[in-house]
C-alpha cells in the first residue's frame, strides 16, 4: 500500500503554491521557515518525485507534476475537511465557518445587511467573505477554497447547484440633459446609438451589457457590440464616468436602491429588453455535506431583496 500524505502536508503543499513564498507560506501555516521547507522535501521523497524545480535560485517555481499534485491536495484536503464538517453539521446545524463569495456588483450594496442579517438569525456561524469575479470565485468554491456563493445569473455556473433569489433588473443611467432623460423607459434598440460604459473583461455584467447591446443594429445596421472607450473596474467608477459625460451606462437596480447615484448628478431610467434583468442567486458544490445549511439559508439570503424585486424558486444545474 502507497503511503499517503498527512494533512499537513498537504496544507504546506497547497500555501506554498499560493504564496509562491517559503518565508510567508510558512507564517501563514504557523511554523518555521524550516519546518515547512522539511515537510515538502519529506513529501517528495515520500512521492518519489519533484515537486520544485530547484534550479531558478531562490523563486518558487513547481515543477509540472507538482502543479498537478497541488491541485489533487487542495481537493483532497477539502473532503478530508468535509468530514468534521459533517458530523458538526449534524450535532448543530449552521455552526462554524461560513466562506461566502460575492462577486463585485453585488458585494458592496449586499455585505452589509448580510452580515447584519447573518449574525441575528445565526449568531454562532464564523463568517469570511471573498469579493472576486464569478470566473475566480467559481474556482475557489470547486477547490474547497469557498462554501457558498452569491452570483449574477444566468452564469456559466455548471457543476454547481445554484437557488435563484430574486429578479434584478437593469436601468440606464445618464446625465439629466442626455436625450434618454425625456423617456420613461429606454428601449434596449437605442444603446447602440450611444457611447457605453462598461465594467471591464471578466465582470459579468459586461457580458450581459453587451448581449442586450447585441439585440439592435449598431451605427453601420450591422449587429455587433456597441462602441466602448471606457471600461471601469467597479459601479461607483462607472457612475463617475457617466457623471463626467464620457457615456451611458447599464446599472443594476440592487445598487441603485442602495443608493449609488447619490451624490451625484444623474437620472436613471427603467431598460426595455427582454434580457434587461439578472437573477441574484446562491451556489455550492454538488452534494456538499451542508448542502442543507445552505437551503436554510437562502431565505435569509432572499429577505435582503430590495422591495420591488421578485424571488425565484430553486433549481440544479449540477454536472452528473
Same mark, same amino acid.
Not at 448543530?92 to 448580510?114: A, D, E, K, S
Given at each position: ?60 517555481? *513547481? ?7 497541488? =491541485?489533487?491536495?487542495?481537493? !483532497?484536503?477539502? !473532503? ?22 460575492? =462577486?463585485?456588483?453585488?458585494?458592496? *450594496? ?37 462554501? =457558498? ?70 451605427? &453601420? ?10 471600461? /471601469? ?5 462607472? /457612475? ?19 443608493? =449609488?447615484?447619490?451624490?451625484? &448628478? ?55
Amino acid at each position: 500500500m502507497l503511503p499517503l500524505p498527512s494533512a499537513q502536508q498537504l496544507r504546506y503543499l497547497i500555501t506554498l503554491s499560493e504564496l509562491r513564498h517559503f518565508g510567508r507560506a510558512a507564517t501563514a501555516c504557523a511554523v518555521t521557515q524550516s519546518t515547512l521547507s522539511a515537510g515538502i522535501m519529506a513529501l517528495e521523497r515520500q512521492l518519489d518525485a519533484p515537486l520544485l524545480d530547484r534550479t531558478v535560485g531562490k523563486k518558487v517555481v *513547481f515543477t509540472p507534476l507538482g502543479h498537478e499534485i497541488a =491541485i489533487k491536495a487542495r481537493q !483532497a484536503l477539502a !473532503a478530508l475537511e468535509a468530514v468534521p464538517q459533517l458530523a458538526a453539521a449534524a450535532r448543530t446545524p449552521l455552526t462554524g465557518p461560513l466562506r461566502v463569495g460575492i =462577486i463585485p456588483t453585488i458585494g458592496p *450594496f449586499l455585505i452589509p445587511q448580510l452580515v447584519r442579517s447573518l449574525r441575528e438569525h445565526f449568531p454562532r456561524l464564523l463568517l469570511s467573505i471573498t469579493e472576486d469575479t464569478t470566473e475566480h470565485l467559481l474556482e475557489k468554491l470547486a477547490l474547497g477554497q469557498l462554501d =457558498i456563493l452569491v452570483l449574477a445569473m444566468p452564469c456559466l455556473c455548471d457543476g454547481t447547484e445554484t437557488h435563484p433569489l430574486w429578479q434584478d433588473p437593469f436601468w440606464v443611467i445618464m446625465p439629466p440633459d442626455h436625450p434618454f432623460a425625456d423617456l420613461a423607459a429606454v428601449p434596449a434598440s437605442q444603446l447602440s446609438e450611444h457611447s457605453m460604459i462598461m465594467m471591464e473583461d471578466g465582470h459579468c455584467l459586461r457580458d450581459q451589457t453587451l448581449a442586450i447591446c447585441r439585440q439592435s443594429p449598431n451605427r &453601420n445596421g450591422s449587429e455587433g457590440e456597441s462602441d466602448s472607450t471606457f471600461t /471601469a473596474m467597479s459601479l461607483h467608477s462607472m /457612475a463617475e464616468m457617466v457623471e463626467l459625460g464620457l457615456g451611458i451606462a447599464i446599472m443594476p437596480e440592487l445598487a441603485i436602491h442602495a443608493g =449609488i447615484l447619490q451624490g451625484h &448628478n444623474l437620472v436613471a431610467r427603467p431598460l426595455t429588453s427582454d434580457l434587461a434583468r439578472r437573477t441574484i442567486g446562491l451556489a455550492w458544490r454538488p452534494r456538499s455535506p451542508r448542502a442543507e445549511d445552505f437551503q436554510t439559508l437562502t431565505t435569509t439570503f432572499a429577505a435582503l431583496a430590495p422591495p420591488t424585486s421578485s424571488t425565484g424558486k430553486t433549481e440544479k444545474t449540477a454536472q452528473s
